[in-house]
């Protein structure tokens, strides 16, 4: 399941669509005892790797978030799940561990302006510089995503969202795996295609 990418995993600081948290508290990773579930490959497929070429030179990446530029890489085989972790999968996590995302100690997270209420919008006095459409909510969290008149009682079969790396990481060590690569993930989201845009 190992794979070799070509490449630095950690993202730029100056990312534009990877807000940072300057001026917030530092917070303490949280750790969990050892997860009484076991390592499964349910729901998982299992992609044969290769070499593609990894990256974007279009106008519409971002160069600062190493999207660019367009370089070979290679993969080794790799077992990637075949949707992304629900919300209902996320609250079974959560019930079972009784972990505090990210986003809910700082007490606020960024979200998409066009997902946020007409009332929770006149409260809004940060955006991300370069990255307007995010908006700071105070109250966003993986509960309450598009901010604290939300809910996720209606969604619990979308993705989960306001989840950190560091979040999901604790996630996918609970559940017994992983999390894929920048480049894996490039890879399996590509479908075999080249260079296209989406």
């Known amino acids: 399941m190992d794979a070799t990418p070509e490449m630095n995993p950690m993202p730029p600081t100056d990312a534009c669509c990877t807000p940072d ?3 917030a508290t530092p917070q303490q990773p949280q750790t969990l005892s050892p997860s009484t579930r076991k390592s499964s490959d349910e729901g ?3 992609l044969d790797g290769g070499e593609f070429l990894m990256g974007t030179e279009d106008k519409m990446g ?3 978030d190493g999207e660019g530029p367009i370089r070979k890489v290679t993969v080794a085989p ?3 799940d075949e949707a992304t972790v629900t919300n209902e999968q996320f609250t079974e996590f959560i019930d079972d561990t009784q972990y505090v995302t990210e986003a809910e100690r ?3 997270s960024f979200s998409f302006h066009h997902f946020v209420s007409d009332t929770d919008a006149e409260s809004v006095e940060q955006r991300v510089a370069g990255a307007d459409w995010w908006w700071r909510m105070d109250g966003a ?3 309450h995503p598009d901010g604290p008149e939300t809910d996720i009682s209606d969604r619990m079969d979308h993705p989960v969202t306001q989840v950190s790396f560091n979040d999901a990481n604790v996630f996918a060590k ?3 795996k992983r999390l894929p690569t920048e480049a894996e993930w490039e890879f399996a989201a590509r479908g075999g295609h080249e260079q296209r845009r989406y």
Do not use: N, Q, Y
């Open 44 to 46: 998982m497929v299992k």
């Open 141 to 143: 969290d993986w509960r």
């Open 78 to 80: 790799f077992l990637i």
């Open 106 to 108: 700082f007490g606020w």
């Open 21 to 23: 948290r300057t001026g």
């Open 174 to 176: 609970w559940a017994g």
């Open 62 to 64: 971002f160069p600062g």
